[in-house]
């Protein structure tokens, strides 16, 4: 069975902060990426590289 979008964004977030030493016990809906999670600008990014690639849609283009 496929992940869900919120399981896969909460993965892409755990990827992230794995990658610089740091974890969330509790990411959800109502998390607070840079207040709750702690992600500053590059985390953001590197967050959206790991979702298009997981999802292969970019985020930030338009449907035709």
């Known amino acids: 069975m496929p992940a869900s979008l919120p399981d896969t ?3 892409a977030i755990r990827s992230v902060l794995s990658d610089t030493g740091r974890s969330a016990q ?3 809906p109502a ?3 840079g207040g709750d999670l ?3 600008s590059l985390d953001l ?3 959206i590289v790991i979702l298009e690639r ?3 849609v970019d985020p ?3 449907s035709p």
Do not use: K, W
Request: no cysteine; proline share 0%; charged share 15%.
């Open 9 to 11: 964004i909460a993965a």
């Open 26 to 28: 509790e990411i959800g």
């Open 31 to 33: 998390s607070l990426l």
């Open 38 to 40: 702690g992600l500053d």
């Open 45 to 47: 990014a590197q967050t």
């Open 54 to 56: 997981t999802l292969g």
């Open 60 to 62: 930030f283009r338009s």
